[in-house]
């Protein structure tokens, strides 16, 4: 993986968790559901550090 798909990785996963953390504060979701969404934005951002 090139810098620049490790960059991109790291941008998508930052953007999903503000997506997530907004969503949350407005009340559109609760705790739980927020953290599995994190998480799985955090398995996707390791995947991606792993095979760079």
């Given at each position: 993986m090139s810098d620049d798909e490790l960059?991109?990785?790291v941008a998508?996963?930052?953007k999903g968790a503000?997506?997530?953390y907004s969503e949350y504060e407005?009340?559109?979701v609760d705790a739980d559901a927020t953290?599995?969404?994190l998480e799985?934005?955090?398995e996707e951002l390791r995947e991606?550090?792993?095979s760079a």
């Open positions: 960059d991109e990785a998508k996963f930052l503000e997506k997530a407005k009340g559109y953290l599995d969404v799985t934005h955090l991606a550090h792993e």
